[in-house]
């Protein structure tokens, strides 16, 4: 999956810039997608942003004077702008919305990402990101979400203070009224969370409260899974062999580990490198199961020191054959 989110955008934009030419007198944006990256690029060429339907009305804003118009006697060259093209029906539309204005300007259009066949429908664009593909900016509003998975604490609302996470009437205060993060204006697939099935309805009125509607909610324990939790220390020494490695050292460690060729995104080397030390951690307490081990190998949470987890591991799986 090619996954952007506004970070990557606001990049792709300041490494590509200079594709586009500097005679253009004013940024039109598509609503909605197309504002963010049309003010982004206004912002960075320092000239007037307007949106089309203000651009086609002769209403376009002065750059840092609130209230005050711009001349249009003023506008030659347009850039219409939107933040990505794929089947170029929105394009379509664009250019036939402004036909009857375009002989009074030179207009070119814009998109950030463009799949491979779109690419001669627009003067420019940025990068190419083919499907499947999903970016932040508008992923709460589309319909992949039917058949998606999605947490609820740290997604849809606020995770609980451990204060409040009191497994008691503190804990039932916050369920009831966590505060909304990303609220989806679509039906998601299926809520999967971590709270205790004891909680359902807190939680099913938290989510009609916020108008959230799924079509299954499954608790942890109502699935039969065991939940693991690991600190961010804990991760990291399970894939660097050091609690404080930085994003690119668990980025690189991941794709060596996992034989991944090519660049691999912050968010996806974090999500492999929980499921690394999970692994290691059900492997390990196999072998505790089978007597291979003792809880000496613990890791240094559970009571040893970081250089003396580290030497147990390696003298166990040296024991086991598991090295070289």
């Known amino acids: 999956m090619n996954y952007r989110n506004i970070d990557d955008l606001n990049h792709c934009i300041l490494q590509h810039l200079s594709i586009l030419p500097r005679d253009f007198d004013l940024i039109v944006g598509v609503p909605r997608s197309g504002m963010f990256p049309a003010n982004l690029l206004a912002l960075y060429l320092n000239l007037p942003v307007t949106d089309i339907d203000s651009f086609r009305n002769g209403h376009i804003y002065q750059t840092g004077e609130r209230g005050k118009t711009f001349n249009m006697n003023n506008i030659h060259n347009v850039l219409v702008v939107d933040d990505s093209i794929a089947t170029g029906d929105a394009m379509k539309k664009c250019r036939e919305f402004l036909k009857d204005i375009e002989h009074l300007y030179n207009v070119k259009y814009c998109v950030i990402y463009a799949v491979p066949l779109q690419i001669n429908s627009v003067d420019y664009f940025f990068e190419i990101v083919d499907y499947p593909r999903f970016f932040q900016w508008n992923i709460m509003n589309h319909s992949i979400l039917q058949k998606t998975c999605m947490d609820i604490d740290g997604v849809l609302c606020a995770d609980p203070t451990p204060e409040e996470n009191d497994d008691g ?106 499921a690394v030390c999970c692994a290691n951690s059900i492997r390990m307490r196999a072998f505790e199961k089978a007597g291979s081990t003792t809880r000496t190998y613990a890791t240094p949470r559970r009571g040893r020191s970081a250089a003396g987890a580290r030497s147990a591991w390696t003298a166990l799986f040296t024991k086991e054959g598991k090295t070289s």
Request: glycine share 6%.
């Open 169 to 274: 009437e503190k804990y039932r205060h916050f369920l009831l009224n966590a505060p909304p993060l990303f609220i989806p204006k679509v039906t998601i697939g299926t809520l999967v969370t971590s709270r205790l099935e004891k909680y359902r309805p807190e939680t099913e009125a938290w989510l009609q409260k916020n108008h959230v509607k799924c079509n299954k909610l499954v608790a942890a324990d109502l699935a039969g899974l065991p939940v693991e939790e690991f600190t961010p220390s804990e991760i990291k020494e399970a894939v660097c062999a050091t609690g404080r490695a930085d994003k690119p050292m668990v980025q690189r460690m991941i794709g060596m580990l996992l034989g991944i060729e090519g660049d691999i995104q912050a968010d996806e080397a974090d999500a492999l490198a929980c």
